[in-house]
């Protein structure tokens, strides 16, 4: 059973191009997350969510918005798309609860932007 | 704020012998420490966490990481190296955002862990 999945796995397209990607969990956590790694591995968090609530926005465009349909699912769309933009993408969850709670990732996006 | 340092991007040991991946850590608060791994083309996998139980900390496959607040540092050991153990590994403290749940990770910038035949 996979416990947070992520569609697609990879992701080419053009600059100037929208895209979205898909983030579910079956844990039962109510706290989402984005992570963005670039291409020398550094992980950076972008976006928490708790309950369908946005807790951080960590200084991301605004090209990117992260929608929460429900507390199973974060979905990221990205408008505009830039080469910047090119990295992995990685959706995470975790409990409400400590500050020690484990966060559990999911494989990971691998957008290109040509 | 809080960070973390992994002093050495790479390491390379042979196979048998043992692993020590140094971190260090900066915390205005008690912190909550991980150890994280990636192997190739693949997403972030818990090997351990410091929950201001035990200092010495046991995770999986092996691997332990001792808390020393003395010192700010946080480093994971195995005592013998095997080849599956090549992979990244990230030392992660928690964001201290909001300071609830939602916090985010701040990770170190990775240890790349090279393991010779």
């Known amino acids: 059973d996979t416990a947070v999945s992520q569609t697609p796995k990879y992701l080419v397209t053009q600059m100037g191009n929208d895209k979205s990607i898909k983030c579910e969990q079956n844990l039962g956590h109510d706290t989402m997350y984005w992570y963005k790694q670039d291409s020398k591995k550094f992980l950076k968090i972008m976006f928490s969510y708790n309950n369908k609530e946005l807790i951080i926005n960590e200084t991301v465009p605004n090209r990117f918005s992260p929608k929460s349909p429900d507390k199973a699912h974060l979905n990221l769309h990205i408008n505009s798309l830039e080469l910047g933009d090119s990295a992995v993408y990685f959706c995470?969850?975790?409990?409400?609860?400590?500050?020690?709670?484990?966060?559990?990732f999911g494989p990971g996006t691998r957008l290109t932007v040509l | 704020a809080q960070s973390v340092t992994q002093l050495d991007s790479h390491v390379s040991v042979s196979e048998g012998t043992p692993v020590l991946l140094r971190c260090n850590y900066s915390?205005?608060?008690?912190?909550?420490l991980f150890w994280y791994v990636q192997h190739p083309n693949k997403g972030l996998q818990l090997l351990l966490k410091y929950t201001s139980a035990a200092t010495l900390v046991k995770g999986i496959n092996g691997f332990e990481a001792e808390f020393k607040k003395s010192e700010t540092s946080f480093h994971l050991t195995k005592p013998s190296a095997h080849m599956s153990d090549a992979a990244e590994y990230f030392c992660?403290?928690?964001?201290?955002?909001?300071?609830?749940?939602?916090?985010?990770?701040?990770f170190g910038k990775g240890t790349h862990l090279i393991i010779q035949p």
């Open positions: 995470a969850s975790s409990a409400w609860g400590g500050a020690a709670d484990t966060q559990y």
């Open positions: 992660v403290v928690r964001g201290g955002y909001s300071g609830g749940g939602a916090d985010g990770l701040t």
């Open positions: 915390s205005s608060y008690s912190p909550s």
